[in-house]
């Protein structure tokens, strides 16, 4: 089954815990992005990757970092998270970079950051 | 900057009603159009996507209109089952890929309630 899954699902970590928060797409998509959904304000993209090796920051990528070593995984890490980070990550991957593309969702991970 | 607008935020209608979702956008240049399903607590799923030269699109109950020329787009929902109880999201990618992300701009969603 074409999937995106993310791990773990739901977390609650304390102030300053590094983290890393996994993903992986089995449809050999080269295009994968994080996001974060806050309640008024709708999802914003943190980071973003186009292909192995090639990542850029999105539009709230303070206090992340991501690597894209294979194709098909995109963790999301938190060297130092902090209480304002707590919010729900989605991961997506799609095919391509071009007019129109299918992007994919994973299923979430809840972060509570106390 | 791009914009992208959504109304109603909150629609409560009964189970068997029809309703329609707008999306007005200030996304420059344009490329599509996007609306997504958000079930509470899980990743959205797309429902249509529309080019520019496309002004209609169904699937299923989900009827996704757009005029390019208004930058204006609706999502219309017959039949309304409880099943779709969800937010809604409209999104709007812009002509370039790269550079600003992905060309994506998201609006906040309609959350819609379905009551039997």
């Known amino acids: 089954e074409a999937q995106v899954t993310q791990n773990p699902r739901y977390l609650i970590t304390v102030t300053g815990k590094k983290l890393t928060v996994t993903c992986s797409q089995n449809?050999?998509?080269?295009?994968m992005s994080w996001y974060r959904q806050d309640p008024g304000l709708g999802l914003r993209q943190i980071y973003y990757?186009?292909?192995?090796?090639?990542?850029d920051k999105g539009d709230v990528p303070e206090g992340y970092k991501v690597s894209r070593k294979e194709k098909r995984n995109f963790p999301l890490i938190l060297e130092s998270p902090s209480p304002n980070q707590t919010s729900l990550y989605f991961c997506?991957?799609?095919?391509?970079?071009?007019?129109?593309?299918?992007?994919?969702f994973g299923p979430g991970t809840r972060l509570t950051v106390t | 900057k791009n914009q992208v607008e959504q109304s109603p935020q909150s629609l409560i209608i009964l189970e068997g009603k029809n309703c329609t979702l707008q999306?007005?956008?200030?996304?420059?240049?344009?490329?599509?159009l996007r609306w997504y399903k958000q079930d509470t607590g899980r990743g959205p799923v797309s429902l249509t996507i529309?080019?520019?030269?496309?002004n209609t699109k169904s699937n299923g109950r989900y009827t996704a209109t757009l005029d390019a020329d208004t930058k204006q787009s609706s999502l219309h929902i017959t039949a309304s089952q409880l099943s779709d109880s969800a937010s809604y999201i409209c999104?709007?990618?812009?002509?370039?890929?790269?550079?600003?992300?992905?060309?994506?701009?998201f609006g906040k969603g309609t959350h819609l309630i379905i009551q039997p």
């Open positions: 999104v709007v990618s812009a002509g370039y890929s790269g550079g600003g992300a992905d060309g994506l701009t």
């Open positions: 997506a991957s799609s095919p391509y970079i071009g007019e129109v593309y299918e992007q994919y």
């Open positions: 449809m050999n998509h080269e295009y």
């Open positions: 990757s186009m292909n192995v090796e090639v990542t």
């Open positions: 529309m080019t520019f030269s496309e």
């Open positions: 999306c007005n956008y200030t996304v420059s240049p344009f490329s599509n």
